[in-house]
C-alpha cells in the first residue's frame, strides 16, 4: 500500500507516521497577509512579512527544533502526560521504539488535520488547522475523544511560543529585542506589543500585536496564564518537557504585565471529566494585529464552535472554487496530483519567493520573471483578474529596455534600488511578452497593446552600467520627459524597447550578452564576455511573436499606424548589414541609451505598423541562421546538441571537452521551443537528452551534465555539489519547458516523458518525500526540495492544458487540438478537462475508441451542447470569439470524438 493516498477526487490525501519523515511542512495562508508553514508536529513559523514573524523562523534545517512548535497539552488525573502533537521528550522517545503512537496528516487546500492516539493512555486527538483567507488569524480545532469505557479526568493546556518581531533578530540583538516586549495576560489568552521594531539602520515604533487565545466548546476562557517562556517551561525545563505542565504548577491571573521577557502563548484550562466515548474540542486563536479592538473583534467571532466549523467548510470550498482546473485521464493519481499544480500558483502569488521552510532567502515579494510567470496559470483559471495586472506591470519597464527588479506590495508598484545594487538579468524582457500574447490568445483582447502606461526610472540607466547622478527621490519613480511631466507610452513601446534594446547588446561571438545571468540565476560570474545562446533562440521566437502580435492588431483594428517615442527610431534601423557588425550594434545601443539617461523629449513618430512587424521579421530570421550556423553541435549521427553559453572566457559551454562530454538542457530547450532547431535536430537533442541527462528514478531530465570543474568564469552553480540545485539537479521549470518545447513541435511522446517522470517521482513517496505537487527541483537523491513557490507549476499546468489537452486560444477563438497519448485515456477510453474560457465553464471530452496515440488520429466528430462546431482540415476543432459570446453564462459540454 502507497504510504501517501488521495482520499477523494480534490486532491484531499492522508500519511500515516507523518512525523518521521523529515523536512515535510505544508503551507496555511490569508488572501490579506498571514503566512503560515506546519509540519506534522505542528513545527513552522507564521508571519506577516519579514518583520512581522508571530513565530520563530524556521528554515528546513532547523524544523526538528521544537522551539517554536504550535503545542497542545494533556494531563490526566494520575499525571499521565500527552502532546496532541507528539512534541514532547517522552513522545519523541517512542518514535524510536516498538510502542510509536498511531498518527496520520490529512490535508487539502488551506487546511491541514493531525490525528493520534496516545500511548500511556486511552484518549485520541484531532488538530484541524487552517487560515481563514480574509482574516490574519491561524485557527487550532483540538479535539480530545475518551477512548476508554470509563470516565477520565483530564487538564488542557495550550502552548505557543510567541516570536513577536522581525526574522533578522533571530541571530540578531535576539535577547536585547526580547527586553522590548510588552506582555499582558487577558481573559482569553496572551497579548504581546514589542514598544518598537528593533533596527539599527533607524529603530521604529511598533504596533503590531501578536496574540494566542484559547476557548473551550463552551467558550469558556482559560483558567490560568503561563505568558513567559521562563514560566512555561521553568528553571531546568524545555518546550518538551515543560514544568508548568509535568510539575502541574499554577500560573498568573487575567490583566497581568510583564515586560522584557520571551514571550509564551500558553494557558491552562479548567480541569474536566470526559466520559466513555465522549468528545471535547478546543479552540486556539493565533495571529497578529495593529489594534486590540480588533482582536477582541476576532475572539469575539470565533469562539463560536459552530463558527469556526462553518469557517473551515468555507475555506476549503473558496480554494477548490479557485482552482478551475480539472483533468480526468486514465490515471486517478496523476489527476489529484494536477489539483495541487494548479494550486501552487496561488500559493506563489501568496507567500512570494520567500517565507517556505526551504525558501529562506530574500525578504518577500516576488521578482520579475514571478509577475509574468504567475499570469500564464492565471490566465487560464481566472482571466478576468489578469487584464489589469499586465497592463500595470508593464510600469515596472525602464526606457533602456530593462526592467525594476524590487517589486511592492499590489499591481505595478515597484521600488528604486537605493542599496546600489546593479543586476541585469537578460531574459527578463522575454516573459512580459510571453504572457501578453497568452493573453490575447485566450481573451482575443488585442487593443491592450495600445493601452497607455508609464516608464519605470531609478538611478540606473545605460542598461545598469552607470548612474543617472541627476535623478533623486523627490523626482520619483515615473520617468519623465524635459518638461517635467510624466512620459507614458503604449504597451506595444514598452514591448519594443526591451526587445530592440536586448538584439544591440552582443557579446564577441554576436550572441545576446549574459550579464548578470539569465533565468538560471546561477549564471552569475561571467558579466564581461558571457553569452546566453540559449535565451539568444528566446528572443529569435519572441520577435517573430510581436511582429504576429503587430499584424494581429492591424488586422483587427484597421489601425495602419502606431506612434511611438522619437528615439526608439534609432534601434529601427533596417540595414541587415549591421546584423553582422558587433561593434556598429554597440554603437547604435550607447546613442539610445545616451538619449535615454535622464529625461527624454516626450516627442512622438509616427510608424506603419507593417513597416515594423517587416522589421521584427528580418531581425528575428537573422538571427535563427546565425544560430543555426554557428551554435549546432553533431556529435554523430544519432545524436547532437545546441550550445547553451559563451563563459567568461569565451568559451563555448557544450561540447565535447577535457575527456567529457558537456550538455546543458537549457540550450535545448529554447531553439526547439522557437523554431531554431529543424524536427531532425530536434531528433538528435532528444537522443542525447536520454543518453546524458536522463535519470527516471530522480525525476527525469538534469539541468546539465557534471562539467566536474569549479567554473569561476561562469557561475556560482559550479562551486554547487553536482546533483543539487542548478548543479545538475532536476530541475523542475526547465524540465517542464523541455517538455512544452516538445509538444509545440509536435513530439508529444518524448513531451509527454519528460511530464510524467516528474509526476511519477513526486508522487512516489519513498523516494520524494514530498507532498503532493511539484517541487523546484528533485536532488541528487530524488528527494523533492523547495517545494510549493516555484514557476514550474504554471508552466506545468500551461503544457497539460493547452498542449496535452490542446485546449487554448487564438485571438479569442477556442482552439481545440488534443496531442494525448494512448495511455492518458481511462478505461472507456475517455480523456476529460475542465477549463475556463471566455467567462464560461468548459467539461471538454476527447473519445478515442480506437485507443491510437498523438499522430495516428484525426478529430471526426465535435459537438458542444450537441450542436456541431467546426473542424479544420481534420486537425482541429474550433468555436470562433463570436460564437462564444452567444453561448449562455452556464456550463457548457464539448465531446470530440477521435478516429
Not at 452 to 467: A, M
Not at 824 to 851: G, L
Amino acid at each position: 500500500m502507497k504510504p501517501l493516498t488521495f482520499t477523494n477526487n480534490k486532491g484531499d490525501f492522508k500519511l500515516s507516521q507523518a512525523e518521521n519523515i523529515s523536512s515535510l511542512y505544508f503551507p496555511l495562508a490569508s488572501e490579506i497577509g498571514l503566512k503560515s508553514a506546519v509540519t506534522p508536529n505542528l513545527g513552522g513559523d507564521a508571519k506577516i512579512n519579514q518583520d512581522t514573524f508571530l513565530l520563530e523562523p524556521v528554515s528546513v534545517d532547523n524544523l526538528h527544533n521544537n522551539r517554536s512548535t504550535r503545542n497542545f497539552w494533556v494531563r490526566d488525573n494520575n499525571g499521565n502526560v500527552f502532546s496532541v502533537t507528539g512534541a514532547s521528550a517522552q513522545q519523541e522517545a517512542l518514535r524510536f521504539s516498538n510502542k510509536e503512537e498511531e498518527n496520520s496528516v490529512e490535508a487539502g487546500f488551506m487546511w491541514h488535520k493531525i490525528e493520534r492516539t496516545a500511548a500511556n493512555m486511552p484518549l485520541k486527538s484531532t488538530i484541524t488547522s487552517f487560515v481563514p483567507r480574509d482574516e490574519n488569524v491561524e485557527i487550532m480545532l483540538v479535539t480530545l475523544e475518551n477512548l476508554s469505557d470509563t470516565d477520565q479526568k483530564l487538564t488542557a493546556y495550550g502552548a505557543v511560543p510567541i516570536f513577536g518581531r522581525s526574522a533578522d533578530n533571530i541571530r540578531d540583538h535576539r535577547n536585547v529585542t526580547s527586553m522590548l516586549h510588552r506582555i499582558k495576560t487577558t481573559d482569553e489568552g496572551v497579548l504581546v506589543c514589542p514598544t518598537m521594531s528593533f533596527d539599527e539602520r533607524g529603530h521604529q515604533l511598533n504596533h503590531q500585536i501578536y496574540y494566542i487565545l484559547g476557548f473551550d466548546d463552551k467558550e469558556k476562557t482559560p483558567k490560568t496564564f503561563y505568558p513567559t517562556v521562563e514560566t512555561f517551561i521553568g528553571e531546568g525545563g524545555t518546550f518538551t518537557h515543560p514544568a508548568a505542565v509535568y510539575k502541574d504548577i499554577e500560573g498568573v491571573t487575567a490583566d497581568t504585565h510583564i515586560n522584557g521577557r520571551e514571550a509564551m502563548g500558553a494557558f491552562k484550562f479548567e480541569t474536566f471529566t470526559l466520559a466513555a466515548s465522549q468528545s471535547k474540542t478546543f479552540i486556539l486563536l493565533m495571529g497578529i494585529n495593529d489594534k486590540e479592538k480588533a482582536i477582541q473583534t476576532v475572539a469575539e467571532k470565533y469562539k463560536n464552535l459552530a463558527t469556526v466549523e462553518k469557517a473551515l467548510q468555507e475555506t476549503k470550498d473558496y480554494w477548490q472554487e479557485k482552482v478551475g482546473v480539472d483533468f480526468k485521464t486514465g490515471d486517478s493519481d496523476f489527476d489529484s496530483y494536477m489539483k495541487w499544480v494548479c494550486f501552487q500558483p496561488f500559493l506563489r502569488r501568496l507567500f512570494g519567493c520567500s517565507f517556505l521552510p526551504h525558501h529562506d532567502y530574500g525578504r518577500g515579494g516576488r521578482g520579475w520573471r514571478d509577475l509574468w510567470q504567475d499570469c500564464l496559470s492565471l490566465l487560464l483559471m481566472e482571466p478576468k483578474t489578469v487584464g489589469d495586472m499586465i497592463i500595470n506591470n508593464y510600469k515596472g519597464v525602464r526606457l533602456d529596455g530593462t526592467n525594476a527588479t524590487i517589486i511592492g506590495d499590489g499591481d505595478g508598484n515597484f521600488i528604486a534600488d537605493r542599496n546600489g545594487i546593479t543586476r541585469v538579468w537578460m531574459d527578463h524582457a522575454l516573459w512580459p511578452l510571453m504572457t501578453t500574447k497568452l493573453y490575447i490568445d485566450q481573451t482575443g483582447d488585442v487593443d491592450i497593446l495600445t493601452k497607455e502606461v508609464s516608464y519605470f526610472k531609478d538611478p540606473h540607466v545605460k542598461r545598469g552600467t552607470e548612474i543617472d547622478q541627476d535623478w533623486n527621490d523627490n523626482y520619483g519613480n515615473e520617468q519623465r520627459t524635459s518638461d517635467n511631466s510624466v512620459y507614458t507610452g503604449s504597451i506595444l513601446e514598452h514591448l519594443l524597447i526591451q526587445h530592440l534594446t536586448g538584439f544591440y547588446e552582443v557579446g564577441d561571438h554576436n550572441i545576446y550578452r549574459l550579464r548578470g545571468a539569465d533565468w538560471n540565476d546561477a549564471l552569475d560570474m561571467a558579466n564581461d564576455n558571457g553569452e546566453s545562446v540559449a535565451f539568444t533562440a528566446a528572443y529569435s521566437g519572441n520577435l517573430m511573436d510581436l511582429a504576429s502580435l503587430i499584424r494581429l492588431l492591424e488586422s483587427q483594428t484597421g489601425t495602419d499606424s502606431v506612434e511611438i517615442l522619437e528615439e526608439i527610431g534609432l534601434l529601427l534601423k533596417n540595414d541587415s548589414d549591421i546584423f553582422d557588425n558587433i561593434k556598429r550594434k554597440h554603437q547604435i545601443l550607447e546613442a539610445y541609451t545616451n538619449q535615454c539617461r535622464h529625461n527624454v523629449t516626450g516627442r512622438k513618430i509616427r510608424i506603419p505598423l507593417s513597416e515594423l512587424a517587416l522589421n521584427l521579421i528580418q531581425k528575428a530570421a537573422w538571427l535563427r541562421q546565425h544560430l543555426q550556423k554557428q551554435e549546432w553541435l553533431d556529435f554523430d549521427e544519432h545524436e547532437g546538441c545546441y550550445n547553451s553559453y559563451y563563459d567568461n572566457s569565451g568559451k563555448p559551454t557544450d561540447g565535447y571537452y577535457n575527456d567529457r562530454m558537456h550538455m546543458m538542457l537549457t540550450g535545448q530547450v529554447f531553439p526547439i521551443m522557437n523554431f531554431v532547431a529543424t524536427d531532425e535536430q530536434i531528433r538528435k537533442i532528444t537522443a542525447s537528452a536520454d543518453h546524458y541527462l536522463y535519470r527516471q528514478e530522480i525525476g527525469g531530465y538534469r539541468l546539465n551534465t557534471d562539467f566536474k570543474e569549479i567554473k569561476t568564469d561562469l557561475g556560482r552553480m559550479f562551486g554547487f555539489a553536482y546533483g543539487e540545485k542548478e548543479n545538475g539537479a532536476v530541475f523542475s521549470h526547465m524540465t517542464v519547458m523541455y517538455a512544452n518545447a516538445l509538444y509545440r513541435r509536435g513530439f508529444a511522446k518524448e513531451g509527454w516523458k519528460a511530464l510524467k517522470t516528474l509526476a511519477d517521482t513526486a508522487l512516489n513517496f519513498e523516494t520524494s518525500r514530498i507532498y503532493p505537487g511539484i517541487p523546484e527541483y528533485f536532488r541528487a537523491d530524488g528527494r523533492g526540495v523547495y517545494h510549493y513557490l516555484t514557476g514550474a507549476a504554471s508552466w506545468y499546468m500551461l503544457t497539460m492544458v493547452t498542449e496535452a489537452f490542446g485546449v487554448h486560444g487564438k485571438a479569442g477563438d477556442l482552439v481545440l487540438y488534443p496531442k494525448l497519448l494512448a495511455e492518458q485515456f481511462d478505461d472507456k477510453r475517455r480523456a476529460s478537462i475542465t477549463v475556463q474560457f471566455a467567462d464560461k465553464t468548459f467539461h471538454i471530452h476527447y473519445d478515442n475508441p480506437n485507443q491510437k496515440d498523438f499522430g495516428k488520429y484525426i478529430i471526426k466528430k465535435a459537438v458542444c451542447d450537441n450542436q456541431e462546431i467546426d473542424i479544420t482540415d481534420d486537425a482541429f476543432a474550433f468555436i470562433t470569439k463570436d460564437k462564444l459570446t452567444e453561448l449562455s453564462d452556464d456550463t457548457h459540454e464539448i465531446i470530440i470524438t477521435l478516429a
